[in-house]
């Protein structure tokens, strides 16, 4: 990152009064819009709360993720909204209320797949797939990795020229080792978008669906994972979140479970599917993944805190991470 663009990120939440009068209007504009429509040209919309999710973090004292770069890549206004506290608490507490257990669990699941992703390097594993990447920042933040470590970020093409975008505008240099595979997964399967990148099949890789899963349906996931279990080389990995089922979920987050599907199903993206741990590892075994380890965002959020210290939010038990083997 240059030097400019970090004398920018470093002033992130200390406000001049122009731009308190425009982080006004951004929430004001983000409260009339859909931000989370699957609507043609706003398909970076989730990739935006998640970059800017991860950006708000960044002030928390006990950190599970350290990003400098989520406060750049995120949209514009989202950017606006995030230098000033008070529309930044107006718009976690208000305008995404709803999304607040998905905006807390995918800090859990960074870390869990981060973490997974540096186990697969220290055994070996020289390529990364991200499914679904959109505004992941791994491969720009971990140049000590990348390469050898290969990154293949899949995402629709117009989201990805949304991001080249903002990396260039920000000054962040793209190391080598990143590769953008341009796809639209209604139309290929993961394996047939890696076919037109320099992805070998032939070395093992591990892979991430992270946000993923829960607006695919059983039928649909299962399918991507027998394609990617018979396309990948023995020894690959692959890593995920999913939300669990009402019988596995908190009973006391039943609630927050009710008003998040509610929120989403409103905006036309509602949740498809939801699994015990044991029935996430059947459906994996079934398409060729042993489960390495199937864990809930609770008993991980416990991890950490023993690790970091307490955490500075609440996890919501709605939401569980696997890591799966070939
Ligand atoms: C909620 S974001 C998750 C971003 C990132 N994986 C994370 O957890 O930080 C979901 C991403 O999946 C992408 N996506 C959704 N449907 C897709 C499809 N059919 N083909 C390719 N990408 C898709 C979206 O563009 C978006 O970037």
């Known amino acids: 990152m240059e030097t400019s663009s970090i004398a920018r990120n470093s002033r992130v939440f200390r406000a001049t009064r122009v731009e308190r009068a425009e982080a006004r209007a951004a929430v004001g504009r983000l409260r009339r819009t859909n931000v989370m429509s699957r609507g043609r040209g ?16 960044q002030r928390d004292r006990v950190r599970l993720l350290d990003d400098p770069y989520a406060l750049a890549l995120t949209s514009p206004s989202l950017r606006r909204v995030l230098r000033f506290r008070p529309a930044a608490l107006f718009l976690a507490n208000w305008t995404l209320r709803g999304l607040k257990p998905v905006i807390l669990g995918l800090l859990i699941r960074a870390r869990y797949a981060e973490r997974a992703v540096e186990a697969a390097f220290r055994d070996g594993i020289r390529q990364y797939v991200v499914v679904g990447a959109g505004l992941d920042s791994f491969a720009l933040r971990r140049t000590d990795r990348v390469p050898p470590l290969e ?55 591990i892979l991430s669906f992270l946000g993923v899963t829960y607006y695919l349906s059983p039928e649909t996931l299962a399918e991507s ?84 210290g307490p955490l500075p939010f609440e996890t919501p038990g709605l939401f569980a991470c696997g890591l799966f083997g070939k």
């Open 42 to 57: 706003q398909r970076a919309s989730t990739a935006d709360l998640v970059a800017a999710a991860r950006a708000r973090h």
């Open 151 to 205: 990154v293949f970020e899949i995402d629709r093409p117009a989201m990805q020229e949304v991001k080249r975008e903002r990396i260039r505008s920000a000054g962040i240099s793209s190391p080598p080792g990143l590769h953008f595979v341009p796809a639209d997964l209604e139309q290929v399967s993961v394996m047939e978008a890696l076919s037109n990148s320099p992805f070998d099949p032939g070395d093992p890789a």
């Open 225 to 308: 994972a027998r394609s990617i279990a018979s396309g990948v080389a023995p020894g690959s990995r692959l890593v995920l979140d999913y939300m669990l089922d009402e019988a596995s979920a908190w009973p006391e987050h039943r609630k927050m479970r009710a008003q998040l599907e509610e929120y989403v199903a409103k905006r036309g993206e509602p949740m498809k599917s939801e699994y015990s741990l044991a029935a996430m590892s059947e459906l994996m075994a079934e398409a060729g993944f042993r489960t390495l380890e199937a864990v809930t965002m609770m008993d991980l959020a416990e991890r950490y805190a023993e690790e970091l």
